[in-house]
């Protein structure tokens, strides 16, 4: 675990908390294995910060209070997340059935699986209680990511806003599923104002050479191209912590690009792109490795910019992997053929 002198970050996520279940084959394995983890970009973000260390991370929503809502709390509080703010609602259903890695006719019991996906829901983010769990969290609150539009996220988002707080969203969510949500709350609120200290302790800048931040001790992602395909921005950063930005968004952005705040949308995206990397943590904190996150997260453009939705090109780089390619060579292949979707190819 990495030491620092500097306290730990504080961040929120707020999101949609599956339990997915995921079938993969097993070399030499006649019948493929089902494994259940919790699923959603902001439950697989929050596990890879906590094994990267240095960060106290929360995590918000409702789960259902069940079998598959017990994992999923067992589950974080096993990575060192903490659930104050998890909320399980009697009769609420969180087992998703996520079957759409890739198609796999030669899979025994798909067509079963896939009918079961289309009859379950998902706990929703509108049932989100706050309270004094809220109350006693914000002061202490460095960071907060929604992965969710409903109306206690948007109190939440109003008042950590209000309260000076870092603010990112995962804008993919618009695009993919035609929502407004996190435009509509950016017309609600102030233009969001980063925290420039926190954000170069963050980054390793210039401001920050002791090294006693969440990434010092990985100087490639000090310049990583990260990619957020649903809304076409490109952020570069630099081993300065500038940043640098082309934009080809498909929609209107209120107040134009700069409005977001560029630190906000370099938080976001890396926190939407360290939830799309499920390898990062599917092996536990053991096997959550400097090199490993090094070329992942130095790379992350090529599985952000790879198609318009985070199941396929998760799906897509475990199907390569499956094959027997290096995780070097799957990134390289996602890029060189990024202009088509997992499915096409």
């Known amino acids: 675990m990495f030491e620092s002198a500097s306290p730990p970050l504080v961040i929120l996520g707020v999101g949609i908390i599956p339990l997915d279940c995921l079938y993969y084959h097993e070399p030499g394995a006649s019948e493929p294995i089902l494994q259940e983890v919790p699923g959603g970009t902001i439950t697989n973000a ?34 060192g997340i903490r659930t ?115 954000l170069s302790q963050l980054l390793g800048s210039a401001e920050s050479e002791d090294g006693a931040c969440l990434f010092g001790r990985f100087p490639a992602l000090r310049v990583a191209l990260i990619t957020d395909a649903a809304n076409g921005m490109e952020l570069l950063w630099k081993s300065n912590a500038t940043i640098q930005r082309t934009t080809r968004a498909p929609y209107p952005v209120p107040g134009g690009a700069d409005a977001l705040g560029a630190g906000d949308a370099a938080l976001g995206m890396l926190i939407h792109c360290l939830g799309m990397t499920r390898e990062l943590w599917w092996n536990g904190n053991a096997g959550f490795t400097e090199t490993f996150a090094t070329e992942i997260l130095s790379q992350v453009s090529a599985i952000s910019a790879l198609c318009c939705t985070h199941r396929s090109a998760c799906g897509y780089l475990l199907h390569l992997r499956e094959q027997g390619k290096s995780l070097l060579d799957a990134l390289a292949e996602i890029r060189k053929n990024s202009h088509r979707t997992a499915y096409e190819k």
Not at 57 to 78: E, Q
Not at 96 to 125: M, N, T, W, Y
């Open 84 to 198: 104050d703010g998890l909320r399980q609602k009697p009769h609420g259903v969180t087992r998703h059935l996520r079957i759409d890695l890739f198609p796999r006719p030669d899979v025994p019991g798909e067509q079963k699986v896939l009918r079961e996906f289309e009859e379950r829901c998902i706990a929703s983010p509108r049932d989100i209680k706050l309270g004094a769990w809220w109350r006693n969290a914000l002061p202490k609150l460095d960071w907060l990511h929604c992965d969710a539009t409903a109306k206690p996220v948007q109190t939440m988002v109003q008042q950590a806003v209000s309260a000076g707080k870092i603010i990112s969203f995962d804008f993919g969510r618009t695009a993919r599923w035609g929502m407004k949500g996190p435009l509509e709350i950016l017309q609600h609120v102030a233009v969001l104002k980063t925290n420039r200290h926190l």
């Open 46 to 79: 929050l596990c890879a910060l906590a094994a990267l260390g240095n960060c106290e991370p929360s995590l918000v929503g409702v789960v259902g209070d069940d079998d598959a809502g017990n994992r999923i709390v067992n589950h974080c509080k096993n990575f």
